[in-house]
T-cell receptor, first 121, second 116 residues
Framework: AQKITQTQPGMFVQEKEAVTLDCTYD???????LFWYKQPSSGEMIFLIYQGSYDQQNATEGRYSLNFQKARKSANLVISASQLGDSAMYFC??????????????????FGQGTTLQVKP | DGGITQSPKYLFRKEGQNVTLSCEQNLNHDAMYWYRQDPGQGLRLIYYSQIVNDFQKGDIAEGYSVSREKKESFPLTVTSAQKNPTAFYLCASSITPQGRYNSPLHFGNGTRLTVT
């Protein structure tokens, strides 16, 4: 069964420094996608970055990059040059290509427990 | 602008009453989802629908019901059978999921339900 683990309940980072948020996953499907979302205190879920299981290069989106280590089943989010507005909860999520009952429909998106990031001025 | 609308933002109900949370999208997405979030926790899948008139139970479907009569709408009913209904509920949608595991979910702004 698919599983996502975020082991850091809370993290602090100094403004303008880089921070890495950890995410490990478990799946038996060779085809899957990994996502990171940001949730500010307002509650909305903001999609940040995506990495596919067959992607050869690590995904990057502006100040966000994904350190994808397939053999270790990890997909850590790196935020460079942290800003005060980066303070939020961050979720790692995964979706398999096939549902658990083997149909051709894509599996559901499951989330980790989240990491709360606080950026210090 | 296209997006997902959840209403209301805050909802208060007495214990024993059913309550329906609204979710409407104008993104022309086939798939829609309902997640529940408890304070400081991750999102747990309640129900999802990949096509009109069809839906599947997620991980915590007990005490909830849904319908998908129109592509744009996926209302969630929290029934009196749900033992601990107070939570933050998020609706999401994505383009047709078949073989498109790279499509992200787009979320509404959520409904905060309090049952006393």
């Amino acid at each position: 069964a698919q599983k996502i683990t975020q082991t850091q309940p809370g993290m602090f980072v100094q403004e303008k420094e880089a921070v890495t948020l950890d995410c490990t996953y478990d799946t038996s499907d060779p085809s899957y996608g990994l996502f990171w979302y940001k949730q500010p205190s307002s509650g909305e879920m903001i999609f940040l970055i995506y990495q596919g299981s067959y992607d050869q290069q690590n995904a990057t989106e502006g100040r966000y990059s994904l350190n994808f280590q397939k053999a270790r089943k990890s997909a850590n989010l790196v935020i460079s040059a942290s800003q005060l507005g980066d303070s939020a909860m961050y979720f790692c999520a995964m979706r398999e290509a096939r549902s658990s009952h083997g149909s051709s429909n894509t599996g559901k998106l499951i989330f980790g427990q989240g990491t709360t990031l606080q950026v210090k001025p | 602008d296209g997006g997902i609308t959840q209403s209301p933002k805050y909802l208060f109900r007495k214990e024993g009453q059913n309550v329906t949370l609204s979710c409407e999208q104008n993104l022309n997405h086939d798939a829609m989802y309902w997640y529940r979030q408890d304070p400081g926790q991750g999102l747990r899948l309640i129900y999802y629908s990949q096509i009109v008139n069809d839906f599947q139970k997620g991980d915590i479907a007990e005490g909830y019901s849904v319908s998908r009569e129109k592509k744009e709408s996926f209302p969630l009913t929290v029934t009196s059978a749900q033992k601990n209904p107070t939570a933050f509920y998020l609706c999401a949608s994505s383009i047709t999921p078949q073989g498109r595991y790279n499509s992200p979910l787009h979320f509404g702004n959520g409904t905060r339900l309090t049952v006393t």
